[in-house]
């Protein structure tokens, strides 16, 4: 996956997240903040580091949680954590 291909599916997941009324509040905020950390990884330029890695793991963890309530959610977040791998990070 590239980065362009990250970018697309972080434009899919904030579509997904306006247009769904079945996530709850700290949860979207939640989903937010780890696109928003995903997105300044794309910018910065800068190498992965172990922060990255914290960053990685949390998406990871939260595929598992939204495969089951909201599928399309979790498959998203699945494409940006393979996307991540790919990266190194």
Same mark, same amino acid.
């Given at each position: 996956?590239? !980065?362009?291909?990250? /970018?697309?599916? $972080? %434009?899919?997941?904030? @579509?997904?997240?306006?247009?769904?009324?079945?996530?709850?509040?700290?949860?979207?905020? +939640? &989903? +937010? *903040?780890? %696109? %928003?950390?995903?997105? #300044?990884?794309?910018?910065? *330029?800068?190498?992965?580091?172990? /922060?990255? =890695?914290?960053?990685?793991?949390?998406?990871?963890?939260?595929?598992? @949680?939204? !495969?089951? #309530?909201?599928?399309?959610?979790? *498959? &998203? $977040? =699945? #494409?940006? /954590?393979?996307? +991540?791998?790919?990266?190194?990070?």
């Amino acid at each position: 996956m590239t !980065e362009d291909d990250l /970018s697309n599916t $972080l %434009a899919k997941l904030h @579509e997904t997240l306006n247009e769904t009324t079945e996530v709850d509040d700290p949860t979207r905020e +939640l &989903l +937010l *903040g780890v %696109a %928003a950390d995903i997105q #300044r990884l794309l910018t910065s *330029g800068d190498e992965p580091g172990s /922060s990255d =890695e914290t960053i990685s793991n949390r998406v990871r963890e939260m595929v598992v @949680e939204f !495969e089951v #309530r909201h599928p399309h959610i979790g *498959g &998203l $977040l =699945e #494409r940006l /954590s393979d996307g +991540l791998a790919n990266m190194g990070i």
